[in-house]
């Protein structure tokens, strides 16, 4: 079963940033959050992952609470191509090591 | 350069007809995974190699699906006298692992469908 829980639905307005929220309060130490997305008809894409600080990439930035029990993805500047299922996953990043996922957030990007 | 592609992108079965879908990972890549995607659902593990060892097959669901990858590049998943309950959207990822990280990387997928 994952270890994450997320809303199953968001809707965000183009332009503006998405907030996708994840809950993960049985995380491990050595345990990653990691962040993929699902675009209708194709398969997952990584985003992002971290271990406890933040971090920020081209397409998006991760930020970890203190006690790494949550953590919210962030899309600055949402636009209509960023719709798509986003996953929460937590794992340890060990060679073949597989990904959990859940049922994710659906995110809609509202013209 | 290429991304992870999978073949054929859709199939359509009678029930009890044999399947076998292939995947071709990055160039490169040790890893390879393969997951199963019901409608509405995310997908799920079905087996891992690394190069051409299948290290984990415990998420395959009977002794009807059997995956393979002998050169350690290339991986098809055979599903045998397929079921109606087979029907889903079949995925292959792969990772370099290594210093190069071990991100997985997925395909388009297989969408198949048991009549």
């Known amino acids: 079963d994952a270890k994450t829980t997320q809303p199953p639905s968001m809707d965000c307005a183009e332009g503006r940033a998405a907030n996708l929220p994840c809950n993960h309060s049985?995380?491990?130490?050595?345990?990653?959050v990691y962040w993929y997305r699902q675009i209708h008809s194709q398969g997952p894409q990584y985003i992002i992952h971290g271990l406890k600080n933040n971090e920020t990439n081209e397409m998006a930035s991760l930020i970890i609470t203190e006690d790494r029990k949550s953590s919210t993805l962030i899309l600055p500047h949402a636009t209509l191509r960023d719709t798509a299922v986003y996953y929460c996953?937590?794992?340890?990043?060990?060679?073949?090591?597989?990904?959990?996922f859940g049922p994710g957030t659906r995110l809609s990007v509202l013209p | 350069g290429a991304g992870v592609s999978q073949s054929p992108r859709y199939k359509v079965a009678k029930r009890g007809q044999d399947v076998a879908l292939r995947c071709d990972p990055i160039s490169g890549h040790v890893s390879l995974f393969w997951y199963q995607q019901a409608l509405g659902q995310g997908p799920e593990f079905l087996t891992y190699?690394?190069?051409?060892?299948?290290?984990?097959k415990s998420g395959l669901p009977s002794d009807r699906f059997f995956a393979e990858r002998p050169e350690g590049s290339v991986s098809t998943l055979k599903i045998q006298r397929t079921q109606q309950e087979d029907s889903a959207v079949y995925l292959c990822?792969?990772?370099?692992?290594?210093?190069?990280?071990?991100?997985?990387?997925f395909g388009p997928g297989t969408r198949l469908t048991v009549l």
């Open positions: 990822a792969s990772s370099l692992d290594g210093a190069g990280g071990n991100e997985q990387f």
């Open positions: 996953i937590v794992r340890v990043p060990y060679y073949g090591q597989n990904f959990v």
């Open positions: 049985t995380i491990s130490g050595n345990e990653y």
């Open positions: 190699f690394q190069n051409e060892a299948q290290l984990d």
